[in-house]
């Protein structure tokens, strides 16, 4: 047995703890929150209202929560289209010189999660069109515990955070 691999299983009803939120304080900066696993990651807006795709000619509030919308729309994506064995991985934190991702390997009943980051600079790709990314990041590391989740509740958080987003 792998000691790395910390599991959490949840029943149907379970709470998972895992969100992608922007709090608007105005500044582009420390404004994306990444809570996972009862933690924060302070992320910036900053690369999102910069996005060159959607809405290009903006970068107001209202980009930022347009392209955190279709970030994770990204996400819900790709997930669905994963089989077993095969992995994906999400971006959340877009910095000068490196990003944060959550590694996802899809299992028979549910997914392995693991947050972590790459030296790919937050710069060198939109927000809203991650593209071959989501599936192949060179140099990804891990930093933390690798989680077990069910589908349904790793696919639901994500629609929340999407919902939060849209509001």
Known sequence: MDLSIFVIRMGTEGVMNLSLNFVDNGTQHNDIVLEWEGKNWVC??????LDDYLLPEVEDVAKIRAVLWRLLEQWLETLNELLVDEIAFLPYDFSDQYTGWLRCTRRREG??????????????????????LLRSLDEFRADGSSVELPTEGLLESIRKSMAHAAS
């Not at 910036?44 to 209202?49: K, M, V």
């Not at 997914?111 to 071959?132: D, K, M, Q, T």
């Open 44 to 49: 910036d807006s900053y690369y999102l209202a």
């Open 111 to 132: 997914f392995l999660v693991e947050r972590g980051w790459s030296n790919v600079e937050g710069w060198s790709f939109a927000p809203s069109r991650i593209g071959s």
